[in-house]
């Protein structure tokens, strides 16, 4: 299964899902319904353009995990 994809709007808010995806937690978009996991390359923005911390976190595990291989 693919993760949706959408085009960003004016209304987009960013949030954990409680769900995950290939075992890393999923996160969607309110506004457009995308979906994403921090293996995808990109970052997800508010429709102000800031990053939400709950991402910041994840990105931030992501990292560490990168750095322990």
């Known amino acids: 299964m693919a993760l949706t994809i959408s ?3 004016k209304v987009c808010t960013w949030d954990r899902t409680g769900e ?3 075992g890393l937690a999923l996160f969607a978009c309110a ?6 996991v ?10 102000d353009g800031g990053v ?6 994840e990105r931030a ?9």
Do not use: I, K, L, M
């Not at 921090?38 to 429709?47: A, D, Q």
């Not at 939400?52 to 976190?57: G, I, L, N, S």
């Open 61 to 69: 595990a992501g990292a560490a995990d990168n750095a322990d291989s």
């Open 7 to 9: 085009p960003c709007r």
């Open 38 to 47: 921090r293996s995808e390359p990109w970052t997800p923005r508010e429709w």
């Open 31 to 36: 506004g457009c319904g995308t979906e994403w």
């Open 20 to 22: 995950t995806y290939d």
């Open 52 to 57: 939400p911390a709950a991402v910041r976190a």
